[in-house]
């Protein structure tokens, strides 16, 4: 069960918070102010921070840079009511996963949490070398798709790409792109556009064996 500590000085949101939460089967806990959540990092592991941006004393921002120290591991999504290119850029840089301004619905929440915590998972596999974990990456139908997009093509911009995927979300298609990237499946040439490396054309012959093994099973 995944750990998320959710940080807000507003009591009644880090209460909704929590209900969704627990109810979607994540661990919780709570934390009303910057420092307490420093704190609460010092001595427990989580796996993802929901973090105000806009808190009294000691801001998100600032919180993020302590974060970043005490527990690297664990990634960070900012919320926020006062949303600008500059702050959402500025939390990026200084090592968030994603961002997100209120209101936000609880099902594009859910989301971007399910996403920033597989890419967790699968920087941790590549980090220890786990094979069965990063073949584990390969089991989602999309990067699957993605491979054999370019594969079949050769060469692949993001938009030619996502028309092909039939996915407006770019963001969604940057997600997977990077997972392949990190395990050395996909690169990005001179014009931009993705090719397969030697290593994604193996893995994509990988899998046309592997398909053609599980089709003729009876």
Known sequence: MKKILIVDDDREMRTHLTEILRGAGYE???AASGRDAVERSIDEDFDLVLLDLMMP???GIDVLAELRKVSPRARVIMLTAFAT???AVDAVKRGASDYLSKPFKIDDLLTRMRRVLEEASFDACAIVGDLD???GSLSNLTRRKIIRIISARR???LME???ELDIEDHTK???HLKILRAAGIVE???DRSYTLTKEGERTMAGLKILETHLSSTP
């Open 188 to 190: 990005q040439d001179k």
């Open 161 to 163: 790409l996502a028309r």
């Open 57 to 59: 004393k000691m801001s």
């Open 173 to 175: 298609v940057i997600f």
């Open 28 to 30: 919780t806990a709570e």
């Open 155 to 157: 060469s692949v911009r």
């Open 133 to 135: 974990c990063i073949l």
């Open 85 to 87: 290119v500059e702050s």
